[in-house]
Structure formats: C-alpha cells, structure tokens
C-alpha cells in the first residue's frame, strides 16, 4: 500500500482544514488507518484513527471535539477534518495503514506498517 497526505497549509488558528490520504491498491477496505504529527523538534504523535473492521475512531485527547476522522472506502481515502485549530496543531502531519483492528494497538505507531510522506500543517495565532 502507497500512501500520500496532502491538504496541510497555513491558516489562522480557530481556522480549519481537511486533510486526506490517497492509498492505491485494491485492499484499502481491509486496512486500519492513522494519523500522526510531529511538531518541530518533538517525537511524532497519535492524533486519530479508524478502524478497517468496525468503523471505530479513537482520538488523542487534545484534539477530541475538534478533529473528526473518517474514511471513504471505494474512493481508497481518509480524511482528517480539523476545526478550531490552535497554534500547538502545527505539526507534520502523516497518514499510515495497519493491517490491526485492535484498538489499544492503533494508538502506537508500531502497528502500522506502512506510512505516507507528511503534509505540514502551520497553524498562526
């Protein structure tokens, strides 16, 4: 699975931006999928993800209520809606497919197997 993100940008914080994920391949249905960041100068973080099996969604806590995940399984895309974005959302942002639907899994980026180039997000205050 090949995975690209792209949508990040620069906007003024409260703003929002849509994120999505391009994977090829046949079997996007059968893959979990994340999402990760990594601020300058920190390690990379969980933000969201889906699960392949059940729909389920978990978030970090510091963007539940504001980040929403979801995927559209025959056009192989996920997506990231950020609303009421702060400067401290400034962050590389990079998607990744796991062949796991076990949730305490999905939270660390061991379970995944394959991962897209970032997309950066600069959020201004």
């Known amino acids: 699975v090949q995975l690209q993100a792209f949508g990040g940008g620069l906007v003024q914080a409260g703003g929002s931006l849509r994120l999505s994920c391009a994977a090829s391949?046949?079997?996007?249905?059968?893959?979990?999928m994340g999402w990760f960041r990594q601020a300058p100068g920190k390690e990379r973080d969980f933000v969201a993800f889906?699960?392949?099996?059940?729909?389920?969604?978990d978030y970090t806590d510091s963007v539940k209520g504001r980040f929403t995940i979801s995927r559209d399984n025959p056009k192989n895309t996920m997506y990231l809606q950020m609303n009421s974005l702060k400067p401290e959302d400034t962050a590389v942002y990079c998607c990744?497919?796991?062949?796991?639907?076990?949730?305490?899994?999905?939270?660390?980026?061991?379970?995944?197997?394959?991962w897209g180039q970032g997309t950066l997000v600069t959020v201004s205050s």
């Open positions: 391949g046949r079997t996007f249905s059968k893959y979990s």
């Open positions: 990744a497919a796991s062949t796991t639907s076990i949730p305490n899994r999905l939270r660390a980026g061991t379970a995944y197997l394959y």
């Open positions: 889906i699960s392949w099996s059940d729909g389920n969604t």
